[in-house]
């Protein structure tokens, strides 16, 4: 495949990114194509990224060769091309994860904290999909080389349900249904601090964060639509607030970042909260928070179908060290939390 056959983004530089570095904006603009502001800045280099400004006029592309740190201007129009990745020989493994239902076309799933989902940047053993293919060998291809069968994803230490395609078709109609908010997800969080109210809505867009990479953050502008759900399952003294969650969209670290938009990260949260020695005094050694429920429907018979992951040993020790440590008379409790 030569370079004029990579697949290709172009974007027009919109007034917000006037003035802002050609690689941050490129990070911004692709951050659901999962490439690393190192990756961009080393296909600007191979002359993958051209730059054209509003005064070529129809003479469009090709056009200067930009540098990572070139300035954007209003109206500047910027391609670039990606190759696929390296070819990457993926060995099944071994990886622990309990089944909650397997059928001919999809595999259900309580993912265990610790494990990335798919090979990335730093992650080429061990993954959720080297475990699939121990299990499974005829996953769908769809999502590429280095994802086979993968429909959504979960961070590293979160747990809880996942769903998995076993053939082309299923993931087709199950990617279909995440776009279309088809499929319900609710998660439980332990969030930081005593919430007021008993529930609400948090509805901002997300986007990459304008200086770390790894972040993303609420971006009133060029941010994606997000909304999430909160309920309130139970309050403890001590600090902390247990709430239901249930996710409209799905963008990435979507729970993690609004719930640290309303003061309230994740606990045990090292990228958007603080953590430290309070978390640790209860038990919290990871995000808590758990994908505690799936639904969507089957992808050949259309029957509705709902999936429920049990909270992970560490996660109920959490919660018994709060309850353990509430004045007597228990915690506050509001709604339904077992």
């Not at 499929?183 to 601090?193: D, E, F, I, N, Q």
């Not at 953590?275 to 799936?294: E, S, T, V």
Request: net charge positive.
């Amino acid at each position: 495949m030569t370079s004029k056959e990579f697949p290709s983004f172009e974007f027009v530089v919109p007034p917000p990114a006037a003035g802002r570095r050609l690689d941050l904006f490129l990070a911004e603009s692709l951050a659901g194509q999962e490439l690393t502001r190192s990756r961009l800045q080393a296909l600007i280099r191979q002359g993958l990224v051209e730059l054209c400004s509003p005064a070529a006029g129809a003479a469009g592309f090709p056009s200067t060769s930009p540098k990572a740190g070139t300035l954007l201007k209003v109206g500047d129009r910027v391609k670039v091309r990606v190759p696929p990745p390296a070819p990457v020989e993926l060995v099944a493994e071994e990886v622990p994860f309990a089944i909650l239902h397997e059928d001919e076309d999809i595999l259900v799933l309580a993912k265990p904290p610790g494990v990335v989902v798919h090979p990335a940047g730093g992650h080429w053993q061990g993954t959720l999909v080297h475990g699939l293919l121990h299990h499974c060998r005829d996953l769908s291809g769809i999502s590429g080389e280095l994802r086979p069968g993968i429909v959504h994803r979960l961070d590293k230490d979160t747990s809880g349900c996942l769903v998995v395609a076993k053939n082309d078709r299923a993931h087709r109609e199950l990617i279909r249904q995440f776009k279309s908010q088809a499929v319900a997800k609710k998660y439980w969080a332990l969030l930081t601090g005593v919430m007021r109210g008993e529930q609400g809505r948090v509805d901002l867009p997300i986007g990459r964060h304008p200086v770390r990479r790894k972040k993303m953050a609420v971006r009133p502008e060029g941010g994606r639509a997000a909304a999430t759900g909160w309920r309130v399952l139970e309050r403890f003294p001590a600090g902390y607030t247990l709430v239901e969650l249930n996710l409209e969209t799905g963008r990435t670290h979507q729970i993690r970042v609004h719930m640290a938009a309303l003061g309230h990260p994740v606990a045990g949260d090292p990228l958007y909260g603080k953590g430290g020695d309070r978390d640790r005094r209860f038990g919290i050694n990871r995000q808590w928070l758990h994908a505690l429920r799936l639904a969507f429907n089957h992808p050949r018979s259309g029957e509705r179908l709902e999936f429920n992951a049990p909270l992970c040993p560490d996660l109920e020790a959490v919660l018994s060290s709060l309850r353990a440590a509430t004045r007597p008379g228990g915690p506050h409790l509001t709604g339904q939390s077992r």
